[in-house]
């Protein structure tokens, strides 16, 4: 079953989406980029809102802190993600989720994450651990299923391999300046059970007004696509602030049970000015 499927939350598409842009120059470690687009005590908040015959109705919310904390000793950005669906969503889709992530300050290497999911009547855990012996990526893996069933399993990267977390904040970073539109660009994800087969392709700028605000912001546009039994499917088509902080500000989302949308709702310690905005 693809990684990506319908049980999949709509905050973990959310996060997939951002993954493996062309990025500025390597710090450190051959898995790391210099941090340019964060800082620590940074606050964002989003609204869910679902088609329901036709009409766009809120369904919950979503909520991402970063904070400057450690991990055995090492100084990591401690990054945690949480979603609530309310009693509309709850009618039609149970989602409460909860990410947390652990990558080096020094870097933004990847060096553990957990993801505790409760979606529909699952829950299930994922949880892995990072180190790079002999500049290879290796990931100790761990799943516990609903049935409460516990999968171990470790494996070896010849390249760099991230999560959903932590490749959010490395794309962060991203260059764009050298892309083209249609660009395609891949996606080393995994989870605890196996890597996506998940792309990107780039489709250019545009403007959007925030509904029901007065916020327009310039963005970067993008679409993640998905194969799965041979066949590529555009899971989301996402928009991301044309400066230095990247914060996605809306997403169109098709998913297996209907279409859905995110959209910013606040932000706060942004590392730099909001450049993207327009008055």
Known sequence: MSIMNYKTSIITLMIGFLAMLPTGAMAQSACGIENKAFKSNEFLTYDLYFNWKF???????????????????????????????????????????????????????????R?????????????LWYSYPGNKSKVKMHRIDSDGEQHWQEKVYDDCIYDMMSIFLRSRNFDTSNLNKNDIIPMP????????????????????????????????????????NNKDK????????????????????????????????SYQGIRSPMTSKIE
């Open 55 to 113: 009409v766009w109705v809120k369904v919950g919310s979503a909520s991402m802190s970063t904070v400057v904390s450690t991990y055995n000793g090492t100084p990591c950005y401690r990054t945690s993600l949480t979603t609530r669906g309310n009693n509309k969503l709850d009618n039609f889709f149970v989602m409460r989720d909860t990410l947390l992530s652990y990558c080096s300050v020094r870097d933004l290497s990847p060096v553990y994450f």
């Open 115 to 127: 993801k505790g999911a409760l979606e529909g009547k699952r829950y299930y855990v994922d949880e």
């Open 189 to 228: 994800i995994t989870d605890a059970s196996r890597p996506s087969d998940s792309w990107l392709k780039y489709r250019g700028k545009e403007n959007f007004k925030i509904e029901g605000t007065n916020h327009k912001f310039r963005c970067l546009v993008f679409s993640f696509f998905e194969r799965e």
């Open 234 to 265: 555009e899971l989301i088509r996402f928009y991301v602030t044309d400066d230095l902080n990247h914060i996605p500000v809306r997403l169109d989302l098709n998913l297996s049970f209907g279409s859905a949308k995110v959209f910013l709702k």
